[in-house]
């Protein structure tokens, strides 16, 4: 039995670095930021990770909690901007953010290394470590969206003219879910470096900005279960069907279209609706039966 | 030598300019962003290449074939993956992720017809002739490629312009409910402003596989990203302001290039996106949307 768990840790490991990612996501949205810079984020926590590891032999950790740093520091500085677009500005803001840290990332041969990437990072956590990582991680979101704090995300992105009515800060709670998506971001590159051993600028391009957005998108967007559950999926189901490993990226495509048409609010956030309004229903019934 | 430079740069402008400007006349009148305007572009490319190696057809008809492939290309896609969207009237987001999927599906169905493989055009496709003016060497390929991006934006302004359709594209995009209550065909109209889109993507991906002589399944990403950069710097929905920042955009791009670095050079045209949307989000024409900033404080 520990043999069958054991050889499904490599798998766990994706899912739980992909989760850690799809959190950083998901913050960004639950604020009404459309903000597509998680692979940013990410590659820098990855490579600041690397080298500080590798070069300086900074502590792991250590070195953990800097690319967290540095993703939160570059998110404060890009909130300012930031906040003075909306939509689909925000959107082309972000991917232009992807597309800067790519070519830096490529082009600094003598820091990155360029194509070839960095190589041999050694590994200091095990499944179980990242399994707390994400706890953790998924504590604070927890308790974020559950305070003030998240009833504020919600309003504001529902309707933005309610929310300044209200008397909430647009700028100041939408420079918040930007600072954790960045920090979240920096944790899950910093992770990544950690799982893979070896890393190259290309893994942090466009195909990991689309694989994230469609982990959200399929979960749910509205809550953490959403985020996890979509990692969990994406993740799993490539190694399910390794038979049909050539077509992924077809499938991945259709996923996302089907799902963002027939299914737009994703499979833990319609189940949960679902279970709401089941519940609603049957206490209505009750009141009118005790009537 | 930099007025070389500064020629070439409009040449490739001229390209980024015709395909900008599908993906700002989609924004224009559906208000969706085609993430997958760039698959489409390379399909074109992909069919053009097809009519000259596997059927031995002339350079004008791999250009009409790129352009009907894009077009139709373009409209199957607004009939999957946008109409449905639209008829819910689903947010802005929804179409950003449909078409991000749609262009995931189409850039690997592209790697498996191509087998990963850079394809070119046959040495003789075009004629070689070369101009001498000015100091400057100025190939035929180039005076065609100006040539066509004129004609094609002239047509297109006339187009939204002049006819009936313009007018009747401006209603739709003002509203289609509206336009419907004045005895417009919301979905015909749709129809053709996706099909104009492809057509021009189409168009645009046969010149730059001949311009830089080589079709390959990437190379439509390169180039949205860049168009992303144009169509800001014109301002979303301009067609206008579309073909003047392509010009803006291709020759700094060349310059770039040829006087620093390659690599320098996409980071220095996605940082000037960045700067128009912190200075003028609007672009170069744009008027301010009411949606691009709700009012606060």
């Known amino acids: 039995m520990i043999d069958l768990l054991l050889s499904y840790r490599s798998v766990a490991d994706i899912v739980l670095v992909n989760a850690v990612l799809a959190c950083s996501q998901y913050i960004a949205f639950r604020a009404g930021v459309f903000s597509l810079g998680t692979a940013a984020f990410a590659s820098l926590g990855a490579y600041c990770t690397a080298l500080l590891v590798m070069q300086a032999g900074v502590h792991p950790a250590v070195a953990t909690f800097a690319a967290m740093a540095i993703g939160g520091v570059l998110s404060a500085l890009l909130a300012l901007p930031l906040s003075r677009l909306r939509g689909v500005f925000q959107a082309l803001a972000t991917l232009a953010l992807v597309q800067i840290v790519l070519s830096g990332t490529l082009n600094l041969t003598e820091i990155t290394n360029g194509a070839l990437g960095i190589n041999g990072i050694p590994r200091p956590i095990g499944t179980l470590g990242l399994l707390a990582v994400v706890a953790v991680v998924v504590y604070i979101l927890l308790a974020v969206g559950g305070s003030s704090i998240g009833r504020a995300f919600d309003v504001i992105r529902e309707d933005e003219t309610v929310a300044v009515a209200l008397g909430i800060s647009v700028d100041r709670h939408q420079l918040l879910a930007f600072v954790l998506s960045g920090v979240l971001g920096g944790l899950a590159g910093s992770l990544y470096a950690f799982t893979r051993y070896t890393i190259i600028p290309t893994d942090f391009g466009f195909h990991m900005l689309i694989n994230v957005l469609a982990m959200v998108v399929l979960g749910g967007r509205l809550s953490v279960w959403g985020a996890l559950c979509g990692a969990t999926i994406l993740s799993v189901l490539p190694e399910m069907f390794r038979v049909f490993a050539d077509y992924r990226m077809e499938f991945q495509g259709g996923l996302l279209m089907l799902c963002i048409i027939f299914l737009p609010r994703g499979v833990a956030d319609s189940v949960i609706v679902w279970y709401r309004d089941k519940r609603l229903k049957a206490q209505l019934a009750h009141q009118e039966a005790s009537i | ?297």
């Open chain 2, 1 to 297: 030598m930099l007025l070389q430079q500064i020629l070439n740069g409009i040449v490739v402008g001229g390209v980024y300019a015709l395909f900008a400007m599908g993906l700002t006349l989609v924004f224009g009148v559906n208000h969706i962003m085609n993430m997958a305007h760039g698959a489409v572009f390379m399909w074109g490319a992909f069919a053009g290449l097809f009519a000259v190696t596997a059927l031995g057809q002339s350079l004008f008809v791999a250009l009409l074939v790129g352009m009907l492939t894009g077009g139709l290309l373009s409209v199957a896609l607004d009939w999957i993956a946008f109409r449905p969207l639209r008829r819910r009237s689903a947010p802005l987001f929804s179409t950003i992720v449909a078409a991000f999927g749609a262009d995931l599906v189409l850039i690997s169905l592209a790697q498996k017809a191509s087998n990963t493989a850079v394809m070119r055009f046959p040495f003789d496709t075009f004629p070689i002739v070369i101009f001498k003016f000015l100091g400057m060497r100025i190939q035929l390929l180039q005076i065609v490629i100006v040539a066509v991006s004129v004609l094609m934006v002239l047509g297109l302004l006339y187009f939204l312009y002049g006819s009936r359709f313009g007018l009747q594209a401006r209603a739709v995009a003002f509203s289609e409910n509206t336009s419907k209550l004045l005895g417009i065909n919301p979905g015909l109209v749709n129809f053709q402003v996706f099909f104009i889109s492809g057509a021009l993507a189409g168009i645009a991906g046969v010149l730059i596989g001949l311009v830089f002589n080589s079709v390959h399944f990437m190379m439509g990403e390169p180039l949205l990203l860049r168009a992303f950069v144009v169509i800001i710097l014109g301002g979303l929905g301009s067609i206008g302001g579309a073909l003047v920042a392509g010009l803006i955009i291709g020759v700094i791009q060349t310059l770039s290039v040829a006087y620093i670095s390659p690599g320098v050079a996409d980071a220095i045209v996605f940082s000037l996106l960045f700067l128009v949307l912190i200075v003028r989000p609007t672009g170069l024409f744009g008027r301010a949307h009411s949606d691009l900033r709700v009012a606060r404080r």
